[in-house]
């Protein structure tokens, strides 16, 4: 697949790329755009702002859905810009060294010289704007609300919705064509997170990786993930075994045997009394999902002039 623009709403554009199935975003306001993930390293980086500059020449601002190096990798390219995320300078920039080397490696003994030498030489930028709370940014014209979910497929997982529009950029909360990945994840919490993203019932949802799709599509994988929790639960218990969980579960045997690890080492780590609960209700672990009619009102929702400049911090 050669990476393309492809629009689910007016001024809202998905660039899919040919490396990793990436879907990447671009937000239109009559000020400023927003961009949604870089990408994997420079390269990717220069032809997804180089794609952008095809079809507008708006100032930009970028928001890191997490901090898995295939979505921010790419950021040297844009220059300076005002960068938000759900995670600290210090956090993003261990992560990308310690990702940044794996990778290489990874490349390296795969035999691909030229990615492991595009990722090892990458310029690590980190975020300038910590997201500590669901924050509305208006780009003109338009509102979008940057939204950090807290642990859910990573500890620092941000969802872009788009109210008046009905679209929800999910980061790789969701993911088409691809079962999810549970390596750094909390599967209890992923479960009642994904349901809470659904709760306003967004008519597009753009997944991390693949094609976008509608509510009906995130809500079946929603369901796959409160099934994937359920049994966590029932193999900690054992009510039902190991193998019976990894044979019958939603996705692959590789993905369950992951997420049951996750689960048993978070159990693990957790407090008795807290594994013990069920998982919070998706209301209470996180603010209800905005209505387009009352975003720009509500009072936990800071509002945010997309004319505010803040230098980036690139190391």
């Avoid at 990408?39 to 220069?46: A, E, K, L, M, R």
């Avoid at 048993?264 to 209301?283: D, F, G, N, W, Y």
């Avoid at 209470?284 to 945010?304: F, H, K, R």
Wanted: charged share 25%.
């Amino acid at each position: 697949m050669t990476a393309c623009w492809q629009e689910v709403s007016p001024g809202i554009r998905v660039w899919r790329t040919d490396t990793l199935d990436l879907s990447l975003g671009l937000i239109e306001g009559t000020r400023s755009c927003l961009v949604i993930d870089t990408g994997i390293d420079s390269q990717q980086g220069f032809d997804f702002a180089s794609a952008i500059r095809s079809v507008t020449s708006l100032p930009w601002q970028i928001v890191y859905t997490h901090d898995h190096f295939d979505h921010w990798f790419g950021t040297e390219a844009f220059g300076e810009a005002k960068i938000w995320a759900s995670g600290s300078v210090d956090a993003f920039l261990e992560a990308g060294r310690r990702q940044r080397e794996t990778m290489a490696s990874q490349y390296r003994l795969e035999g691909k010289a030229d990615q492991a030498r595009r990722i090892g030489s990458t310029r690590l930028t980190p975020p300038n704007c910590e997201l500590t709370g669901p924050t509305a940014v208006d780009l003109g014209g338009r509102t979008v609300v940057l939204r950090p979910v807290g642990k859910a497929h990573t500890d620092n997982d941000v969802v872009v919705e788009v109210p008046d529009d009905r679209v929800l950029f999910a980061g790789d909360l969701f993911e088409n064509g691809a079962d999810p990945a549970f390596e750094d994840a909390y599967p209890q919490r992923w479960a009642a997170v994904s349901e809470y993203l659904l709760s306003w019932k967004p008519d597009v949802v753009v997944p991390g990786h693949g094609e976008p799709a509608d509510y009906w599509w995130a809500r079946r994988q929603m369901r796959d993930l409160g099934e994937l929790a359920a049994l966590c639960r029932e193999v900690a218990t054992g009510y039902v075994s190991r193998d019976e969980a990894v044979r019958h579960g939603p996705f692959n045997a590789e993905t369950m045997s992951t997420a049951l690890d996750r689960d048993r080492t978070e159990r693990l780590s957790t407090p008795a009394s807290s594994v013990a609960a069920e998982p919070q209700s998706p209301h209470e672990a996180v603010p209800p999902s905005p209505q387009a009619s009352t975003v720009v009102n509500l009072g936990w929702v800071p509002i945010v002039d997309a004319r505010d400049d803040s230098d980036g911090e690139e190391t």
